[in-house]
């Protein structure tokens, strides 16, 4: 294969730092602070739809009906319906490799939601495991305010 | 599902490639994305004057580049014309085809050029994926692009020879492949007797993904120029019809329909969706050729069940029986496909210039020996993005 020529190119070298900021939202506030506050984790009931979201959300993604008022109160516990292993190290993942990303369903919810399983190997884990929300020491102000969950 | 006929037939008439590489320090991004708008144009004996409107995109975020759009239009001609920016991550290029279709048959524009690019080495990918996840609830339990999760599928079905094999043997179609086509980024010239040595040698990435089973960081650009029946057949003898296209995507990281819908993969989704409303029954039978956005061997294997509507094992047959091949009974990518090349925002659009060249007749080297009539094109994207695109040789379906 003929050789690319790259004399006279020059290459600029650069760095951005990019700082965010995200509004949670007063439902994603109220869920955050209650899991902070009172170790409680709340979802939202569409009526019509007979789905509890969490996390919450102001309307029903299938008939768009405004569900903002309709806390419902979940359990710590639920079930483990996927889950996949991390096992490439990056400096921005939470945990040191491998972990366990897994799909929670939450008793009492209709949605799954994103988290980390602790207390059980990567070759251990499976479909169906019953967990329990393991909450943060020190307020996160993120998803990290549940620090993980752990087999039950 | 909102799907209405075309109002009029829209021919493909120009197409051009960079050739496609690691890194180009001898041009920056106008200027790469010049190279292939030129080779567009010459290839439809056009003009920038004869082109109405342009359409652009690539990878949000890649090179740490906003309205590139703009800045580009030194180098793709938008100038005064015009212009829209499409970007919707791995499938850019499927979306960009879709976009300038649809500006050409609703009677919009008569002729409108839609270019991809993506220039990897000069941005941060992580960077720019991990920005993809839900910013409150996911980004904090974003991982990475990477993934092995095809491969623990296939050898929990069809076991661990059977299912490595298997990859490897789609790995080494690829290669042979792409060392047929002189724009293709990465020809190893691979052999059949490299198999159990790379099953076994090849760097790991994550669990059985193998460095040599993963696509690689291009740098370069597509461009193809799309235009009404009446113009195409004015301006090109051979014009390629974009029959139909279908989009399909799922945010999974929130999973927010997983209890709503059938577990059904967003390739399978739309695959049976597509052949459904053009009335194709057997599509193993009715595609001449098949340019698959396949990002890893693993996924290549796996995915052609759901595109080809399998079942059991015999994706994994077309494989081992080599039906896959440039001169096989279903030839998949005779362009390499993207395990060879990969510049992301280019990349779909690729697999729709490739599928199109084929149907032309004059895809070089890589060009199929049988007849070629009918072409499908897929997109893939994160979290599950699927863009499946028809072509014909002919507008008589």
């Not at chain 1, 996390?55 to 710590?76: A, H, K, M, Y």
């Not at chain 2, 740490?64 to 938008?78: E, K, L, N, S």
């Not at chain 2, 799922?250 to 059938?262: D, I």
């Amino acid at each position: 294969m003929q050789k690319d020529d790259f004399s006279k190119s020059y290459v600029v070298e650069g760095k951005l730092a990019l700082p965010y900021t995200y509004f949670a939202g007063r439902l994603g506030s109220t869920f955050l602070t209650t899991i902070r506050d009172q170790q409680k984790i709340m979802g939202v009931r569409c009526n019509q739809c007979s789905k509890v979201f969490v996390p919450p959300r102001q309307t029903c993604e299938r008939c768009l009906s405004d569900i903002r008022e309709n806390w419902v109160t979940l359990e710590n516990t639920g079930e483990v319906i996927n889950f996949t292993v991390v096992r490439e190290h990056d400096k921005h993942l939470p945990r040191k490799t491998p972990y366990i990303l897994g799909m929670i369903r939450l008793d009492g919810a209709d949605t799954p939601m994103v988290h980390i399983i602790e207390g059980v190997n990567p070759e251990s884990v499976s479909e169906g495991m019953r967990v329990k929300a393991v909450f943060a020491a020190e307020s996160e102000g993120t998803i990290l305010e549940i620090d993980h969950f752990i087999i039950s | 599902m909102g799907y209405k006929n075309k109002k009029r037939h829209v021919g493909i008439i120009g197409i051009g490639e960079t050739k496609f590489s690691s890194h180009r320090e001898d041009v920056n991004q106008p200027e790469m994305i010049h190279e292939a708008v030129r080779r567009a144009l010459d290839d439809a004996g056009l003009q920038i004057d004869d082109i109405d409107c342009v359409v652009h995109g690539n990878m949000e975020l890649f090179e740490m580049v906003h309205q590139a759009d703009m800045w580009h239009t030194i180098g793709t001609g938008a100038y005064g014309k015009s212009a829209f920016r499409l970007t919707t991550g791995g499938t850019t290029g499927g979306t960009l085809v879709c976009g300038a279709d649809n500006l050409v048959a609703s009677g919009m524009y008569d002729v409108v050029m839609a270019i991809g690019f993506e220039k990897l080495q000069e941005g941060h990918t992580t960077g720019g994926i991990t920005n993809m996840a839900d910013p409150l609830w996911a980004r904090k339990l974003q991982s990475g692009a990477l993934t092995a999760q095809a491969a623990v599928k296939l050898i929990a079905e069809f076991g661990e020879e059977r299912a490595r094999r298997a990859a490897m043997t789609y790995r080494i179609i690829m290669d042979k492949h792409a060392c047929k086509n002189p724009n293709a980024h990465r020809a190893f010239h691979l052999e059949w007797d490299q198999i159990d040595d790379l099953m076994k040698h090849s760097p790991p990435l994550i669990g059985d993904l193998r460095l040599i089973h993963m696509c690689s960081q291009s740098d370069g650009a597509c461009a193809i120029i799309f235009a009404s029946e009446k113009k195409a057949r004015e301006i090109s003898d051979t014009p390629v019809w974009i029959r139909d296209h279908i989009t399909i995507h799922r945010e999974e990281t929130l999973n927010l329909h997983n209890n709503f819908y059938p577990i059904q993969t967003t390739h399978r989704f739309a695959a049976e969706k597509l052949y459904e409303r053009n009335g194709i029954e057997n599509p193993l039978e009715y595609f001449d050729v098949f340019e698959m956005y396949d990002p890893s061997a693993w996924w290549g294997v796996d995915w052609l069940r759901d595109f080809f509507l399998l079942e059991g094992d015999q994706h994994i047959q077309m494989v081992e029986n080599h039906d896959i091949m440039i001169d096989g009974k279903m030839p998949i990518n005779p362009s390499g496909g993207v395990i060879a090349t990969n510049p992301i925002g280019a990349t779909a659009m690729v697999r729709v210039a490739e599928a199109a060249k084929q149907i032309r007749g004059d895809a070089g080297e890589h060009q199929i020996p049988g007849k070629v009539e009918h072409g499908l094109a897929s997109s893939f994207g994160g979290t599950m993005w699927t863009v499946l695109t028809m072509l014909e040789k002919e507008t008589n379906w």
